[in-house]
Protein backbone atom coordinates (compact mmCIF):
# COMPACT_ATOMS: atom_id res chain seq x y z
CA UNK A 1 0.00 0.00 0.00
CA UNK A 2 0.84 3.56 -0.70
CA UNK A 3 0.44 6.43 1.81
CA UNK A 4 -0.33 10.04 0.79
CA UNK A 5 -0.06 12.01 3.65
CA UNK A 6 -1.35 16.36 3.55
CA UNK A 7 -2.77 18.96 4.86
CA UNK A 8 0.32 20.38 7.15
CA UNK A 9 1.56 24.07 7.64
CA UNK A 10 2.13 26.59 9.60
CA UNK A 11 -0.48 27.15 12.72
CA UNK A 12 -0.08 29.80 15.84
CA UNK A 13 -0.19 28.52 19.63
CA UNK A 14 -3.37 27.39 20.43
CA UNK A 15 -4.81 27.44 16.96
CA UNK A 16 -5.87 23.65 14.72
CA UNK A 17 -4.70 22.02 12.08
CA UNK A 18 -6.26 18.49 9.94
CA UNK A 19 -3.65 16.40 8.88
CA UNK A 20 -4.89 13.37 5.92
CA UNK A 21 -3.16 10.12 4.74
CA UNK A 22 -4.68 8.96 1.87
CA UNK A 23 -3.79 5.18 1.14
CA UNK A 24 -3.66 3.27 -2.37
CA UNK A 25 -2.80 -0.03 -3.99
CA UNK A 26 -4.29 -2.09 -1.11
CA UNK A 27 -7.57 -2.59 1.00
CA UNK A 28 -6.97 0.09 3.47
CA UNK A 29 -10.04 -1.35 5.75
CA UNK A 30 -7.86 -4.14 6.15
CA UNK A 31 -5.06 -2.01 7.74
CA UNK A 32 -4.47 -0.41 11.06
CA UNK A 33 -3.19 2.99 10.78
CA UNK A 34 -1.53 5.22 13.25
CA UNK A 35 0.45 8.50 12.75
CA UNK A 36 3.27 9.51 14.22
CA UNK A 37 5.88 12.63 14.55
CA UNK A 38 9.18 13.63 14.29
CA UNK A 39 10.90 16.98 15.58
CA UNK A 40 14.58 17.64 14.39
CA UNK A 41 17.03 15.87 16.48
CA UNK A 42 14.34 13.43 18.24
CA UNK A 43 13.08 9.69 17.45
CA UNK A 44 10.22 8.95 15.78
CA UNK A 45 6.76 9.12 18.49
CA UNK A 46 3.92 7.42 18.71
CA UNK A 47 0.91 10.20 18.14
CA UNK A 48 -2.43 8.46 17.84
CA UNK A 49 -3.62 4.70 16.50
CA UNK A 50 -7.04 3.48 14.61
CA UNK A 51 -8.42 -0.05 14.38
CA UNK A 52 -9.30 -1.43 11.02
CA UNK A 53 -13.09 -0.37 11.52
CA UNK A 54 -11.93 2.72 13.19
CA UNK A 55 -13.59 1.93 16.33
CA UNK A 56 -11.00 1.73 18.70
CA UNK A 57 -8.26 4.57 18.92
CA UNK A 58 -5.24 4.76 21.15
CA UNK A 59 -3.11 8.41 21.99
CA UNK A 60 0.27 9.50 23.54
CA UNK A 61 -0.53 11.16 26.64
CA UNK A 62 0.66 14.13 25.02
CA UNK A 63 -2.33 13.97 22.48
CA UNK A 64 -4.64 13.30 24.22
CA UNK A 65 -7.64 15.27 24.58
CA UNK A 66 -6.62 17.81 21.68
CA UNK A 67 -6.32 15.36 19.28
CA UNK A 68 -8.52 13.16 17.22
CA UNK A 69 -7.51 10.23 14.93
CA UNK A 70 -10.55 8.92 12.41
CA UNK A 71 -10.86 7.09 9.09
CA UNK A 72 -13.18 6.90 6.51
CA UNK A 73 -12.72 3.83 4.82
CA UNK A 74 -14.98 4.24 2.02
CA UNK A 75 -12.15 6.88 0.90
CA UNK A 76 -9.24 5.11 2.10
CA UNK A 77 -8.39 8.11 4.03
CA UNK A 78 -7.32 8.70 7.69
CA UNK A 79 -7.13 11.94 9.26
CA UNK A 80 -5.53 13.50 12.75
CA UNK A 81 -7.44 16.36 13.53
CA UNK A 82 -5.05 18.74 16.18
CA UNK A 83 -6.55 21.43 18.58
CA UNK A 84 -5.07 23.88 21.04
CA UNK A 85 -1.48 23.16 19.01
CA UNK A 86 1.86 23.95 20.98
CA UNK A 87 5.70 24.79 20.04
CA UNK A 88 6.13 21.22 21.03
CA UNK A 89 3.50 19.82 18.40
CA UNK A 90 6.00 20.94 15.60
CA UNK A 91 7.17 18.16 13.59
CA UNK A 92 6.63 16.14 10.57
CA UNK A 93 4.07 13.93 10.71
CA UNK A 94 4.06 10.53 9.14
CA UNK A 95 1.19 8.23 8.86
CA UNK A 96 2.03 4.39 9.17
CA UNK A 97 0.22 1.09 7.90
CA UNK A 98 0.03 -2.43 9.13
CA UNK A 99 -1.93 -5.05 7.68
CA UNK A 100 -1.17 -7.75 10.40
CA UNK A 101 -1.69 -5.77 13.58
CA UNK A 102 -3.84 -7.05 15.75
CA UNK A 103 -4.56 -3.57 17.32
CA UNK A 104 -3.15 -0.37 17.35
CA UNK A 105 0.66 -0.15 18.59
CA UNK A 106 2.96 2.42 19.07
CA UNK A 107 5.85 1.42 18.43
CA UNK A 108 7.17 2.37 14.74
CA UNK A 109 8.81 -0.67 14.05
CA UNK A 110 5.35 -2.47 14.48
CA UNK A 111 4.15 -0.65 11.44
CA UNK A 112 5.03 -1.64 7.69
CA UNK A 113 4.17 0.90 6.00
CA UNK A 114 5.15 4.62 5.70
CA UNK A 115 4.08 8.28 3.92
CA UNK A 116 6.04 10.66 3.39
CA UNK A 117 5.17 12.79 6.32
CA UNK A 118 3.86 16.21 6.27
CA UNK A 119 5.40 19.63 7.89
CA UNK A 120 3.65 20.60 10.97
CA UNK A 121 4.97 24.07 12.66
CA UNK A 122 3.41 25.64 15.64
CA UNK A 123 4.48 29.31 15.52
CA UNK A 124 4.95 31.23 18.99
Known amino acids: VQLQASGGGLVQVGGSLSVSCEAS????????MGWFRQAPEKEREFVAG????????DYADSAKGRFTIYRDNAKNTVYLQMHGLRPEDTAVYYC??????????????????WGQGTQVTVSS
Open 96 to 113: AADRFLRNTRSSASEYEY
Open 25 to 32: GGTFRNYV
Open 50 to 57: ISRGGGST
